[in-house]
């Protein structure tokens, strides 16, 4: 089973950046479908972003569309989300999460939570005002 550990986040200022890191640990060397999500209290588990490690189309949530940017380096089996010009808005629990072989590289695709089986152990983003 594919483990995935997270790091970065913390605490910014509306307008600082931030990068989240993932790393998979996995010996399969499979293709997988990549993704971040953002937890709030009480809410359900948003996708924001998601890559296939192989190509195809990447995915962001327009909440996050021009600001954020994901990425995967296949050197290090790393997946990072780039985040710019943070908002308040954008304050939660990001998890990554990976799927392998699903393909998510699609122009219609969106990740949902029901999609993935493996998660990051989350990280806390916090933006003030």
């Known amino acids: 089973r594919p483990q995935l550990v997270q790091s970065g986040g913390g605490s910014v200022q509306a307008g600082g950046s931030l990068r989240l890191s993932c790393a998979l640990f996995?010996?399969?060397?499979?293709?997988?479908?990549m993704a971040w999500f953002r937890q709030v209290p009480g809410k359900e588990r948003k996708g924001i972003a998601s890559?296939?490690?192989?190509?195809?189309?990447?995915f962001y949530h327009e909440s996050v569309s021009g600001r954020f940017t994901i990425s995967w380096n296949s050197t290090s089996n790393t997946l990072y989300l780039q985040m710019t010009s943070l908002s308040p808005e954008d304050t939660g629990t990001y998890y990554c999460?990976?799927?392998?072989?699903?393909?998510?590289?699609?122009?219609?695709?969106?990740?949902?939570?029901?999609?993935?089986?493996?998660w990051g152990q989350g990280t806390q983003v916090t933006v003030a005002s």
């Open positions: 999460a990976a799927e392998p072989g699903y393909y998510c590289g699609v122009s219609n695709y969106a990740p949902s939570y029901l999609d993935f089986h493996n």
């Open positions: 996995e010996d399969s060397h499979r293709n997988y479908c």
């Open positions: 890559i296939f490690t192989a190509g195809g189309t990447i």
